[in-house]
């Protein structure tokens, strides 16, 4: 890397983290909740959240302060703690994740242009492309270099916050206490074992709107100083937890349970307008529009930077590793480019692409999330740091519930992916001249095969739709 290239400050750093967290999800988190689950459900999911989330974040924080030689993050804990097959799939799944997601993204940001030109919904001829357009856009933005593409993303960032916070501090004096406790445990009266299947529910989509919370530690190898990576990944944490909380629970106390489960997208629209009027909903629209371009170009980013970065340590096929002469990760932006763009023709043919394309990128992420917690215990078993064991634990417990949580469906919807990248990791194993399993691990990649033959059925037979 260039000794002259400009580093990312803190504020950048804690903007990129917001950026990527508060996108598409935060104007749709009410009726996306409101599905499945009641107010009181929806508290027991955010806590469960909020404590997962935070001990991962602390871990990602710990990590960084005590492995900053391991600038990839993400996949380097795996690969680090459990050996190169993992660490390829943590990479493996957290690219999947970035691009999946910015197909929810350009979902999410033609509906909310919609409002405005009616032309487009979100899934038809019309948003795929407008939403190519948008995506080479982001593309050649990128190419220009990772710093000029950080400034834009800290502007956006601000600029998205302003309908976020008018709605929160409208919503506040438009709530009304009977509105938020009817239907309070969901249909009929508390029942233990139907209140946590609700909180179950919510799961994917509270993992969905937290996902971004390693965007600082990917970027780590071009932040001015590694301890503000840690700071930024806290930061960005805590402020976007109370932003969702209050985004979620405020809309109860506007709108049954019922009436936010049948808004259209953004839902966070119509429930301004039912407050305020029509400017309401177009506030918010507009807001919309700008958060999920500001969302996509941080994805895009991140997207790209991590194949780069798993590249350089030998996890992905060296080609991904070719650079510019502004430093963007050329091939590793092609490429994941030429994914989405592919991938974009599913809208046609999806009943919900928007839910569909977030609940693979969600389940996609499972993997880097559930494997940097082993390696925060693995880590600090080894150092006996007892405190940082516990936090560790507390975030390997939350990951393996969100397997758990995230249903047979997607979770071999994703296993076909991950099945797919074996072949990669074998190109990756070759340039390298290892062996491309262990046995242990060859284990793991049967499993991988015989869950996308699952899912490659259950497809066939119905029992599985887009």
Same mark, same amino acid.
């Given at each position: 890397?260039?000794?002259?290239?400009?580093?990312?400050?803190?504020?950048?750093?804690?903007?990129?983290?917001?950026?990527?967290?508060?996108?598409?999800?935060?104007?749709?988190?009410?009726?996306?909740?409101?599905?499945?689950?009641?107010?009181?459900?929806?508290?027991?999911?955010?806590?469960?959240?909020?404590?997962?989330?935070?001990?991962?974040?602390?871990?990602?924080?710990?990590?960084?302060?005590?492995?900053?030689?391991?600038?990839?993050?993400?996949?380097?804990?795996?690969?680090?703690?459990?050996?190169?097959?993992?660490?390829?799939?943590?990479?493996?799944?957290?690219?999947?994740?970035?691009?999946?997601?910015?197909?929810?993204?350009?979902?999410?940001?033609?509906?909310?242009?919609?409002?405005?030109?009616?032309?487009?919904?979100?899934?038809?001829?019309?948003?795929?492309?407008?939403?190519?357009?948008?995506?080479?856009?982001?593309?050649?933005?990128?190419?220009?270099?990772?710093?000029?593409?950080?400034?834009?993303?800290?502007?956006?960032?601000?600029?998205?916050?302003?309908?976020?916070?008018?709605?929160?501090?409208?919503?506040?004096?438009?709530?009304?206490?009977?509105?938020?406790?009817?239907?309070?445990?969901?249909?009929?009266?508390?029942?233990?074992?139907?209140?946590?299947?609700?909180?179950?529910?919510?799961?994917?989509?509270?993992?969905?709107?937290?996902?971004?919370?390693?965007?600082?530690?990917?970027?780590?190898?071009?932040?001015?100083?590694?301890?503000? @990576?840690?700071?930024?990944? *806290? !930061?960005? %944490? $805590?402020?976007? /937890?109370?932003?969702?909380? &209050? #985004?979620?629970?405020?809309?109860?106390?506007?709108?049954?349970?019922?009436?936010?489960?049948?808004?259209?997208?953004?839902?966070?629209?119509?429930?301004?307008?039912?407050?305020?009027?029509?400017?309401?909903?177009?506030? @918010?629209?507009?807001?919309? *529009? !700008?958060? %999920? $371009?500001?969302? /996509?170009?941080?994805?895009? &980013? #991140?997207?790209?930077?991590?194949?780069?970065?798993?590249?350089?340590?030998?996890?992905?096929?060296?080609?991904?590793?070719?650079?510019?002469?502004?430093?963007?990760?050329?091939?590793?932006?092609?490429?994941?480019?030429?994914?989405?763009?592919?991938?974009?023709?599913? %809208? $046609?043919?999806?009943?919900?692409?928007?839910?569909?394309?977030?609940?693979?990128?969600?389940?996609?992420?499972?993997?880097?999330?559930?494997?940097?917690?082993?390696?925060?215990?693995?880590?600090?078993?080894?150092?006996?740091?007892?405190?940082?064991?516990?936090?560790?634990?507390?975030?390997?417990?939350?990951?393996?519930? %969100? $397997?758990?949580?995230?249903?047979?469906?997607?979770?071999?919807?994703?296993?076909?992916?991950?099945?797919?990248?074996?072949?990669?990791?074998?190109?990756?194993?070759?340039?390298?001249?290892?062996?491309?399993?262990?046995?242990?691990?060859?284990?793991?990649?049967?499993?991988?095969?015989?869950?996308?033959?699952?899912?490659?059925?259950?497809?066939?037979?119905?029992?599985?739709?887009?």
């Amino acid at each position: 890397m260039a000794e002259n290239e400009k580093k990312l400050g803190l504020i950048s750093l804690i903007a990129l983290v917001i950026g990527s967290m508060i996108g598409g999800g935060a104007f749709n988190i009410a009726s996306d909740m409101a599905s499945g689950a009641g107010a009181g459900a929806v508290i027991i999911g955010w806590i469960i959240t909020g404590i997962g989330m935070i001990a991962l974040g602390f871990s990602f924080q710990n990590l960084t302060v005590k492995r900053p030689d391991l600038e990839g993050g993400v996949f380097s804990y795996a690969k680090a703690g459990f050996g190169n097959y993992w660490g390829f799939n943590s990479a493996w799944g957290y690219w999947l994740s970035a691009w999946l997601g910015n197909i929810a993204f350009l979902t999410l940001l033609f509906s909310g242009i919609g409002y405005f030109i009616p032309i487009f919904d979100g899934g038809n001829l019309a948003s795929i492309i407008g939403a190519s357009i948008i995506l080479w856009l982001m593309h050649f933005l990128i190419l220009r270099g990772v710093q000029s593409a950080a400034l834009v993303n800290l502007v956006v960032t601000i600029a998205k916050l302003v309908p976020i916070i008018l709605f929160i501090i409208l919503a506040i004096f438009a709530f009304n206490i009977d509105t938020f406790s009817t239907d309070f445990w969901g249909k009929g009266s508390f029942n233990f074992g139907v209140v946590m299947n609700q909180a179950k529910s919510t799961m994917l989509v509270t993992l969905w709107v937290f996902i971004g919370i390693e965007g600082a530690v990917v970027l780590s190898s071009r932040a001015e100083k590694m301890s503000d @990576v840690g700071k930024a990944t *806290i !930061i960005g %944490l $805590l402020s976007t /937890l109370i932003i969702y909380v &209050l #985004l979620s629970l405020l809309s109860y106390g506007v709108m049954t349970q019922g009436e936010l489960a049948n808004l259209k997208s953004p839902s966070m629209a119509y429930v301004l307008k039912d407050i305020v009027g029509p400017w309401g909903a177009a506030i @918010v629209n507009l807001g919309l *529009i !700008i958060s %999920l $371009l500001g969302a /996509l170009l941080g994805w895009t &980013l #991140l997207a790209a930077e991590l194949p780069y970065l798993a590249a350089k340590d030998g996890i992905l096929p060296k080609m991904f590793a070719k650079e510019n002469r502004n430093k963007a990760p050329i091939n590793s932006l092609v490429v994941t480019n030429i994914l989405v763009q592919i991938f974009l023709l599913t %809208l $046609l043919v999806s009943d919900k692409p928007y839910q569909f394309a977030y609940s693979l990128a969600s389940s996609a992420i499972l993997v880097p999330y559930l494997f940097s917690a082993l390696y925060q215990v693995k880590y600090s078993s080894q150092k006996k740091e007892g405190k940082q064991m516990f936090i560790g634990i507390v975030a390997s417990i939350y990951g393996i519930w %969100l $397997l758990y949580a995230a249903g047979l469906s997607y979770l071999v919807l994703t296993a076909v992916l991950y099945a797919i990248g074996i072949l990669v990791f074998r190109i990756a194993q070759k340039e390298n001249g290892e062996k491309t399993f262990k046995p242990f691990e060859l284990i793991w990649a049967i499993i991988f095969i015989l869950l996308a033959i699952v899912a490659i059925v259950m497809l066939a037979t119905g029992k599985i739709t887009t």
